[in-house]
């Protein structure tokens, strides 16, 4: 009896604690909640290490990443070409906007990966992320810019790419252009 009755002088106290307080000097507020410590995929810490802390991402997993994400990309190419080929009598293969259109789907798959979470399933996999040097997710702008640089990055024989051998932090053509950092995600602790 006196176990319910603490339970229900308890909660009356957190119900009043949690509702709003005004007083005639401040407008209406809310108490203010401690953040839960994984708010989404940057704001991970672990063992005292923040996302500008992260090491960086070297060329094998870089590659790894990618060769896993082009598997996918096949799959994701291929249901576009379905959907387009009611339309190939009126638009060729040939065609500009034929080539735009892959180019734009492509884009879509990276730039909406890169821009919810920074990982790709294939940089999931390998536990890589792109980032801003701050650990902030990118922008869509900065998801544009790497999209198109990293296109002249494998156009020059892969050159832009061999950069990150020379590079201090180990980035790209078009981590350099786009102001973004590759990072390896330490492993997630597995639940018992």
Not at 162 to 179: A, C, G, M, P, Q
């Amino acid at each position: 009896m006196w176990e319910r009755a603490s339970a229900r002088d308890s909660q009356r106290n957190r119900e009043q604690k949690l509702a709003p307080t005004k007083s005639p000097e401040q407008p209406l507020s809310f108490p203010v909640f401690p953040v839960s410590p994984v708010v989404n995929a940057f704001s991970i810490t672990i063992a005292g290490m923040n996302d500008t802390a992260l090491p960086h991402c070297g060329l094998i997993r870089r590659l790894a990443a990618i060769v896993y994400d082009a598997v996918l990309l096949f799959g994701v190419v291929f249901l576009a070409s379905a959907l387009i080929q009611p339309f190939t009598k009126v638009i060729n293969p040939g065609n500009p906007f034929f080539t735009l259109y892959f180019v734009a789907v492509v884009f879509a798959f990276f730039g909406w990966f890169w821009t919810h979470g920074g990982q790709t399933l294939g940089m999931r996999a390998w536990r890589v992320r792109v980032q801003r040097p701050d650990g902030q997710p990118i922008t869509w702008g900065q998801a544009a810019l790497r999209y198109l640089v990293a296109i002249l990055s494998w156009a020059v024989l892969g050159l832009g790419f061999l950069w990150s051998l020379i590079d201090r932090e180990k980035r790209t053509w078009h981590d350099l252009v786009s102001e973004t950092v590759l990072v390896v995600v330490p492993k997630e602790k597995k639940k018992k």
